[in-house]
């Protein structure tokens, strides 16, 4: 009898693994854990964007995304930024850093990322530093990625 029950509890430990291993995004398993940082090769309209990801037990588990001016100022915090270009675009830094980071995260990868209307530059230019740091997670490369900007206005 006991035979029995060693042999249904291995059985079922096996199954558990089994199903738990069958249900995971195959880019959740490559990612090696770490931190990986991307940044955007020059400044565009004062800001230069980045992202960052903390990679833990082969997941992503946290995403920041903003942009810098060349005094460090954290361009979400900007409040006369915000208030200018909600007036103009219906959206603003704090909100789409946030939204493109949490789609990030939730997905784990960019496969059906949504771009928002009004910050479609900004979401061009996170999908490029997100791609890379994704394929850098898989590879284990915690260099810093330096993304090419195109039609700099500076």
Request: proline share 1%.
């Amino acid at each position: 009898m006991r035979k029995y029950v060693i042999s249904g509890i291995l059985f079922g430990l096996f199954l558990c693994i089994a199903i738990s291993g069958c249900g995971k995004n195959k880019e959740e398993s490559e990612f090696i854990d770490g931190y990986y940082t991307a940044v955007m090769s020059d400044y565009d309209f004062g800001w230069k964007e980045y992202v960052t990801i903390c990679v833990m037990n082969h997941k992503i588990v946290n995403v920041e995304y903003n942009a810098r001016n060349k005094a460090g100022f954290i361009k979400s915090w900007d409040c006369a930024y915000m208030r200018n270009m909600n007036s103009v675009a219906g959206t603003y830094p704090n909100r789409y850093t946030r939204t493109y980071a949490a789609q990030l995260l939730e997905k784990q990868g960019m496969e059906d990322v949504d771009l928002l209307t009004g910050a479609t530059n900004s979401g061009v230019n996170f999908t490029k530093m997100s791609e890379a740091l994704l394929e850098s997670a898989r590879t284990g490369n915690t260099e810093i990625q330096v993304i090419p900007l195109e039609n700099a206005e500076e």
